[in-house]
Nanobody, 127 residues
Framework: QVQLVESGGGMVQAGGSLMLSCVVS????????MAWFRQAPGKEREFAAA????????YYADSVKGRFTISRDNAKNTVYLQMNNLKPEDTAVYSC????????????????????WGQGTQVTVSS
């Protein structure tokens, strides 16, 4: 059974930083792209960042580009999201996800390309 477990959320003031972690089990982690999505209260889930399975290519939503960094440690089956210069509009539940298909060459931003999700971790940024 594939499981994803996030950690690292919390409350921070605007301008602060947080790092989220997501540990994956039940699938050969190194063969799959990973992504972070977020959902703010009253809004639809949106793509935040993704990283490819091998080449380490990454892709970011315009709203987080230059502030967030996604990375992965295949030896630890873990994907990270370093979030700097946080803004109140970054407040959301952040979820990691693993892509449905292994060895993909193009980083997917569509949530339908991902088939397993973590439970989510709350990030709250106060002004």
């Amino acid at each position: 059974q594939v499981q994803l477990v996030e950690s690292g959320g919390g409350m921070v003031q605007a301008g602060g930083s947080l790092m989220l972690s997501c540990v994956v089990s039940g699938r050969t982690f190194s063969n799959y792209a990973m992504a972070w999505f977020r959902q703010a209260p009253g809004k639809e889930r949106e793509f935040a960042a993704a990283i490819s399975w091998r080449t380490r290519n990454s892709y970011y939503a315009d709203s987080v580009k230059g502030r967030f960094t996604i990375s992965r440690d295949n030896a630890k089956n873990t994907v990270y999201l370093q979030m700097n210069n946080l803004k109140p509009e970054d407040t959301a539940v952040y979820s990691c996800a693993i892509e449905r298909t292994p060895y993909t060459q193009i980083v997917a931003t569509d949530s339908r390309k991902y088939d397993y999700w973590g439970q989510g971790t709350q990030v709250t940024v106060s002004s």
